[in-house]
């Protein structure tokens, strides 16, 4: 399997402040690699996809970049409703998919 | 707006068998561009993906190869749902399982997640 590794596992930010989460994989997945957003008892849900291709509805603060074997989630500017666990996935070895450990975003 | 529904027990005893149902409201089971999956979700093992079905003129399903030997998915046309069932289930196997809908393999709708808790 793919292995998927992020970093940092947490953080701590401010509102206003830029935040990046990096997410390595084990192997080269092109631009196979999403990004999810998880607030407590929530079901994850899906941000960006294709590496850089924003969801309906997300704000524009969201930005994903890279291919490979290194990808970045980028927040623009932390809003109070942004704080939550991101993950990244690979879609490279469907239906292998494979996730990474998560990043907590804390205040 | 598709929705996702889970059903089915809380806890399960060891050796016991595990089952989920999903109902599916705004999309259709049988479909022929996306794929119902199910997702588990613990603290020791993270997010785990652990099968899928679909159909393409046919139906298909996949299975994780660690869990192949117990595990079982089945769409029910008749009723626009499916379900997982996982056999011989261990403490290893509580966690919160997910019924997912994937489109190209990006996981677009949730249901809302049971915690399975798997104890005598």
């Known amino acids: 399997d793919i292995q998927m590794t992020q970093s940092p596992s947490s953080l701590s930010a401010s509102v206003g402040d830029r935040v990046t989460i990096t997410c390595r994989a084990s192997?080269?997945?092109?631009?196979?690699l999403g990004w999810y957003q998880q607030k407590p008892g929530e079901a994850p849900k899906l941000l960006i996809s294709d590496a850089s291709t924003l969801q309906s509805g997300v704000p524009s603060r969201f930005s994903g970049t890279g291919s490979g074997t290194d990808f970045t989630l980028t927040i623009s500017s932390l809003q109070p409703e942004d704080f939550a666990t991101y993950y990244c996935q690979q879609s490279v070895d469907s239906p292998r998919l494979t996730f990474g450990g998560g990043t907590k975003v804390e205040i | 707006q598709v929705q996702l529904r889970q059903s089915g027990p809380g806890l399960v005893k060891p050796s016991q068998t595990l089952s989920l149902t999903c109902d599916i409201s705004g999309d259709s089971v049988s479909s022929n561009s996306v794929a119902w999956n199910w997702i588990r979700q613990s603290p020791s093992r993270g997010l785990e993906w652990l099968a899928r079905?679909?159909?393409?003129?046919?139906?298909?399903?996949d299975y994780a190869e660690s869990l192949k030997s117990r595990i079982t998915i089945n769409p029910d046309t008749s009723k626009n749902q499916f379900s997982l069932q996982l056999n011989s289930v261990i403490p290893e196997d509580t966690a919160v399982y997910y019924c997912?809908?994937?489109?190209?393999?990006?996981?677009?709708?949730w249901g809302q997640g049971t915690l399975v808790t798997v104890s005598s």
């Open positions: 192997q080269s997945i092109s631009r196979y």
């Open positions: 079905t679909y159909y393409r003129s046919k139906w298909s399903n």
């Open positions: 997912v809908r994937g489109t190209n393999s990006w996981l677009d709708y």
